[in-house]
């Protein structure tokens, strides 16, 4: 009984805490320049969490506007430093990057001359940013731009899809890069259309991706078309991890869109939630108008699909700061982070924009209550706060704590009382009532 009034204890601190850490925090600052289709990751290490963008395009929107630059946010200031700039040539777009450990891997993407000609590069380069350097890994065997990205065990790197200057055309290819061993595998291909600018992860064994742009089958204009397919790959917990078993998905919520803002958490924080927010529902290249001459607009929609339930959920259908031309979404804390892209009227932004979850994805505050409630209702309390619906004190968990192990805790835990019903409150209003 010890051990499950210490661990309802710990919950009750983490759900007090959580209110004061966010209060607390500070604003995240915008980027240094405006920059829209940066490759976008953020790292957990023995530093603490970093925010990191590459590359992109600036506002002017043209081939000498595509940058190689590289930015470090520390989220515990909210501010940015300058990092070493992406090796090459020229800047890049639809790049893809991954944090793992304290190493970024950024895959591809495509350069452009000024005569608008582009071409899909092998590149993988790896930032150290302890020491602000990069190192060269071993070439992608099929160059890819505008790919989905994913991790998968702390050691391999997925890559779904794509377009390919050297194919021609968007490819169904699944590469799987071994950081361990600095090799390649190729995977089962995507069965479906193949697709480019779409947008997914991996969480657990699972890869989930949406939408994207594809040829248009109905005739050559416009070129190409937003797809509305949705898939799902299972990789093998035993065994050979190329072995993927695709499975077609229900249509999301809201239509079919492009470069949509995609990520997920970590398992290891029994995080359930591919997250999508923003994208356009007409294809563009890289100037934000579309293939079929019209201007794109982002969409207001986010939405997720939890891989326990294998359903699609929709989180917000009116951001009021929608964006578009995404390579990436961060899940932290705070909410979902976009860093960048294109707003309306297609202009380039430096914001930092932070999509709050709704009640249909807890965030941190709901998760402590839940831990409570779990708890509380496998113990020998009498009372049951996720019962209740007022919150009085006489009911308060830590109440049950002392009553089961007075020695422990001999009560003397009033002072948050006042804390946890303002909490209560909150929830309250919010149409949530008290657990």
């Known amino acids: 009984m010890k051990s499950a009034s210490y661990k309802l204890l710990l919950a009750l601190f983490c759900l007090l805490t959580a209110r004061l850490q966010a209060a607390e925090e500070p604003k995240l600052s915008p980027l ?5 289709n ?8 023995d530093y603490g ?17 595509i940058t190689n630059s590289a930015y470090e946010m520390d989220p515990a200031t909210g501010k940015w430093t300058e990092k070493r700039p992406v090796p090459g040539v020229a800047g890049r777009l639809a790049a893809s990057a991954v944090a793992l450990h304290d190493q970024l891997f950024i895959f591809g993407g495509y350069v452009v001359d000024a005569k608008d000609g582009e071409t899909t590069v092998s590149d993988l380069n790896v930032f150290v940013p302890v020491e602000n350097r990069y190192y060269r890994g071993k070439d992608i065997p099929v160059p890819v731009d505008d790919a989905v990205v994913g991790l998968y065990r702390d050691r391999y790197i997925f ?46 064994d699972t890869i989930v991706y949406v939408d994207g742009a594809s040829k248009n089958p109905s005739g050559p204009s416009p070129k190409y078309v937003a797809s509305s397919e949705c898939w799902m790959g299972k990789i093998p917990k035993k065994g050979d991890i190329t072995k993927i078993e695709w ?8 239509n079919a869109r492009y470069r949509i803002a995609a990520g997920a958490g970590t398992p290891e924080k029994k995080a359930s939630r591919i997250y999508f927010s ?13 293939y079929n001459g019209q201007p794109a607009e982002p969409s207001p929609v986010t939405f997720a699909f939890d891989v326990h339930s294998g359903e699609w959920e929709t989180i917000s259908e009116n ?7 995404h390579r990436g979404l961060l899940v932290t804390h705070r909410g979902l982070v976009i860093v960048g892209g294109m707003e309306k009227g297609q202009q380039v932004t430096a914001k930092v924009t932070v999509v709050k979850p709704s009640s249909s994805a807890p965030n941190q505050v709901e998760h402590g209550w839940s831990a409570i409630n779990s708890l509380c209702r496998n113990s020998s309390c009498s009372c049951h706060p996720c019962q209740i619906s007022s919150c009085p004190a006489s009911l308060l968990p830590w109440r049950c704590l002392c009553r089961s192990s007075p020695r422990l805790f001999r009560c003397r835990l009033r002072r948050p009382c006042r804390h946890l019903r303002r909490l209560c409150r909150d929830r309250r209003r919010r149409g949530l009532g008290a657990r």
């Open 32 to 36: 240094p320049a405006p920059v829209s």
């Open 49 to 65: 969490s970093r925010i990191f963008s590459f590359m992109g395009i600036g506002p002017k929107k043209t081939w000498d506007a």
């Open 38 to 45: 940066n490759a976008v990751a953020i790292s957990h290490d």
């Open 247 to 254: 499975t077609k998905l229900p249509a999301h919520p809201g």
């Open 278 to 290: 923003g994208g356009t529902d007409n294809p563009y290249n890289y100037k934000g108008i579309g």
């Open 159 to 204: 890559l779904i899809g794509g377009w390919s200057t050297s194919k021609g055309d968007a490819v169904r290819n699944v590469q799987v890069y071994d950081t361990d061993k600095d090799t390649w595998m190729q995977a089962t291909p995507i069965p479906g259309t193949p697709v480019f600018g779409h947008a997914g992860a991996i969480l657990g």
């Open 319 to 325: 951001n009021l700061e929608p964006t578009m031309d």
